[in-house]
C-alpha cells in the first residue's frame, strides 16, 4: 500500500499562483506514476496530470497544460503541481492519485480545496 497526504491548498485571487504537495508514504519504492486529478462542485472529477515516477515523463489535460505543471521529488516522496494564471473556474477539491507498479488500484489522498476568486 501507499498513503497519500497532500497539501498547500487555500483561497487565492484570479490570476495568482498556488503550489500543491502530495508526500507518498508506504511502498514508495514500488510508485509507478502519481498525478493529480480535480472535482469541482456538481461536476465528475477530472483528470489534471501525471508524472512516471521512474523517468519524470509527463501528461496534462490539454486545457490545462499552458498553466499547470506537474513536477516529483524522488528523494522525498513527493509530487507537486504549480498552478499559475488561476481562474475562478479552477476551485475544486484537488487530489493526489498514485499507483504501484504491481497493482492496478489507484491509491488516493483525502483532497486539498482550491478556491479561486475573482
Not at 486529478?37 to 497544460?65: H, M
Not at 484537488?94 to 492496478?104: H, T
Amino acid at each position: 500500500q501507499v498513503q497519500l497526504a497532500e497539501s498547500g491548498g487555500g483561497l487565492v485571487q484570479s490570476g495568482g499562483s498556488l503550489r500543491l504537495s502530495c508526500a507518498a508514504s508506504g511502498r514508495t519504492f514500488n510508485i509507478n506514476f502519481m498525478g493529480w486529478f480535480r472535482q469541482a462542485p456538481g461536476k465528475e472529477r477530472e483528470f489534471v496530470a501525471r508524472i512516471n515516477w521512474r523517468d519524470g515523463s509527463t501528461s496534462y489535460a490539454d486545457s490545462l497544460k499552458d498553466r499547470f505543471t506537474i513536477s516529483r521529488d524522488n528523494a522525498k516522496n513527493t509530487v507537486y503541481l504549480q498552478m499559475s494564471s488561476l481562474k475562478p473556474e479552477d476551485t475544486a477539491v484537488y487530489s493526489c492519485a498514485g499507483r504501484l507498479n504491481d497493482s492496478p488500484k489507484y491509491y488516493w489522498g483525502q483532497g486539498t480545496q482550491v478556491t479561486v476568486s475573482s
